[in-house]
């Protein structure tokens, strides 16, 4: 199965239409935004959460969801969880472990890219919806 590392998820959320990468929260956090609007979050896993025996830690990226979309997201897949310090309604947060397909995540990103946008201003709307190859 094709899985998404880190950096192929750094590439795919930088090419999207005018999103700019942001440090917010300091350098371990990378936040993604477009016109200023997060639509999403990498850094590594926090609060020990990894494989403590291994040494291991994997990426989490939070996404923002449908709030329906979001329970069944979590309910298919174990490495899908609650958003890690975002609304949990809103949010999911991806444990990059391997076990999603890589479409399946990418189809994610583009959905929390797409749900920021559908919140802007008609005017922003169009002028990203004009760099979007369709």
């Known amino acids: 199965m094709n899985s998404l590392n880190e950096q192929q998820a750094e590439r795919y959320l930088l090419s999207k239409p005018q999103v700019k990468l942001d440090f917010p929260f300091g350098e371990e956090v990378k936040v993604f ?3 200023n609007k997060m ?3 990498l850094s590594l896993s926090k609060m020990g959460e990894g494989d403590k025996d291994s040494g291991k830690s994997d990426w989490w990226m939070n996404l923002k969801c449908d ?5 069944m997201l979590r309910d298919i897949f174990s490495s899908v969880i609650p958003g890690y310090h975002m609304n949990k309604r809103l949010w999911n ?3 990059l472990d391997g076990s999603i397909p890589q479409g399946e995540i990418e189809r994610m990103m583009d959905n ?3 749900l920021v946008v559908s919140k802007m201003t008609k005017k ?3 002028s990203i919806i004009l760099q979007v190859a369709i």
């Open 33 to 35: 935004k477009v016109k």
């Open 39 to 41: 639509f999403a979050t």
């Open 67 to 71: 709030p329906d979309e979001a329970v």
């Open 93 to 95: 947060t991806i444990i």
């Open 112 to 114: 929390s890219f797409k």
């Open 124 to 126: 922003d709307q169009q």
